[in-house]
Structure formats: C-alpha cells, structure tokens
C-alpha cells in the first residue's frame, strides 16, 4: 500500500509591505472552495496548524475534513515578544509544523500555499538552490459547486489514476536526482507524466464535465544540484500527449511542464530530510 502523504496548508494571503498580511477570505471564511477541493484531491492527509497569535474557527469546509480524519491541526506555541504581527507567528507556524512532521515521517510531508510565489520567514529558512518544477494549467479539479464528500469519493473510485501521477512525479524527481543531466533526464520521464495527466483528466472528464485547469509549482532541493545544473537549463516543453490520447485530455493537451534551476528560500531542516515545498498558483476555468 502507497504511503499516505501530507500536506501542511495555510490560507491565502497578502503581504503588505512585508511587515504584515491580510487574508482575502476573511476570519470566517479563510480558504476559497478551489483550494480546499486541491488540497483533499491530491493529497490523502492535510495539517492546518495553528498557533497562539493568529487562528480561524468555525468553517464548516475546514471542521468537515477534521471530522472525516483527512485534516489535523497541530498547535504551535509562537514566543510573542519576538512576534510583533501576525505576519510572521502564520508562517512560522506553518513552517513549524513542517519541521516536526517532516522529521516524524521523512518524505511524506510537503507545504503547500496558495500563490505564485513561496514565503517562509528568514527566522525559519534557508538559502539554496533548488530545481523548480512547474505544470501549467495541467492538473484538473473540480468546479466549487462539488461538494468535498463527492471528492472524496472520486477519490476512492478513480484513486489507480492519482496514484500513477503520483509515481510519475516521484520518478521524475528520482531520475533529475541521479543525473549529471538535469534537460536529458527530464526528457526521459516526460512521456510518462504526460500519459498520467492524460489518464487523470479523462477520469475527471467522466466525474465532472465542468473543470478547472490547476497549475502546480514545486521547488525540489536536490543534493549538489548546483555541480548538476547547466547554465541556463530552464526549458519549456509541450507535454508531448499522444494523438490517441489527445482527444480525451481535451484541452489540457495544451498544458506544459517547465524546469528552471534558481535560488530558493526553504524550510530550515536536518540535511537529512528530503525538502519539498510546493506552491499553487493561478487557476482558469476550462471552456
């Protein structure tokens, strides 16, 4: 049995400044649907810490998946003179959370935030460089108006897809891992990620004939990658679909995947956990 795998999540925000953010939901309602609706699809365990400066309560999305056993919220006790707005005590936290789970269950355990670009406070990172990988409106979800049990159960009926993208991601990662040649290991694995995504959205198709294109970006710290990476090696490439399987991709045949190496502020760990950090972007409805 494929083992579970987390995701540490935080509602979207906005830095101001950077000294301090706001949450476009609001108090009562943090997470937008689309985001709740990724999050429980492509991961089977979700954790929303929270902490003693900043917290959410009463959302019914969020109190579902607590009862179901798919979402747990771990506390964490964030020192408040060192704290002077809820800016940074969110994100420590959040960071935090990561470490301690992270070092529990080596691997299983990514975070996750709901923008283009990744934050984590200096008090809690580090500087390296890091592969970036980034799928472009590839990946379907369903549209708000499907309710979390329902994903849940495409989630038990058509799991055989999700896990076989989930195995294509890990070998490509594997494979840029172990290769002197970050562009010719890529090319290597990029027919099997694009038969995976085809396979997952003609599941989805079946499911919900209305869906959302979700762009996923994932920064992956690959040891000495830096000796590995050739200058300038950011390559955007078709998926490559076949023509037999084009028709049922629709139009996420015209998705691409992009890797980029680049300098990156991530989660300070053992330099014996594996350290990922993956970070959702813009969304568009398919037509």
């Known amino acids: 049995m494929a083992s579970k795998r987390g995701l540490v999540i935080v509602p979207p925000f906005f830095l101001e400044g950077g000294e301090s953010m706001s949450f476009p939901g609001g108090e009562d309602r943090p997470f937008p649907r689309a985001d709740l609706r990724r999050y429980t699809l492509y991961w089977d365990r979700l954790e929303f810490p929270k902490n003693n400066v900043v917290d959410f309560f009463g959302y019914p999305e969020v109190d579902y998946l607590q009862e179901t056993g798919v979402l747990q919220r771990t506390e964490v006790i964030i020192d408040r003179q060192q704290v002077p707005n809820p800016y940074p005590a969110y994100l420590l936290a959040q960071a935090e959370a990561f470490r301690r789970l992270e070092s529990e269950q080596p691997g299983l355990w990514a975070i996750g935030q709901s923008g283009r670009d990744f934050v984590v406070p200096h008090a809690a990172a580090t500087q390296t460089r890091a592969v970036e990988l980034e799928l472009i409106e590839a990946l379907p979800i ?21 896990l076989a993208l989930r195995a294509t991601l890990d070998a490509l990662y594997l494979e840029l891992a172990g290769s002197a040649d970050i562009p010719r290991a890529k090319t290597a694995a990029i027919d099997r990620v694009a038969r995976s995504i085809a396979d997952l959205n003609s599941a989805a198709k079946e499911s919900w004939p209305a869906r959302i294109k979700s762009s996923l970006k994932i920064e992956l710290n690959i ?65």
């Open 223 to 287: 040891p000495e990658i830096a000796a590995k990476a050739a200058v300038g090696c950011a390559i955007a490439l078709g998926l490559g679909v076949p023509p037999s399987v084009g028709a049922a991709v629709g139009a996420a045949s015209a998705a691409s995947l992009k890797i980029n190496v680049r300098d990156f502020f991530a989660p300070k760990l053992p330099a014996e956990l594996r350290d990922f950090a993956y970070v959702y972007h813009h969304v568009r409805e398919l037509r």
């Open 142 to 162: 369903p549209p708000d108006n499907v309710s979390l049990p329902e994903v849940l159960e495409f989630k038990s009926l058509r799991g055989s897809e999700l």
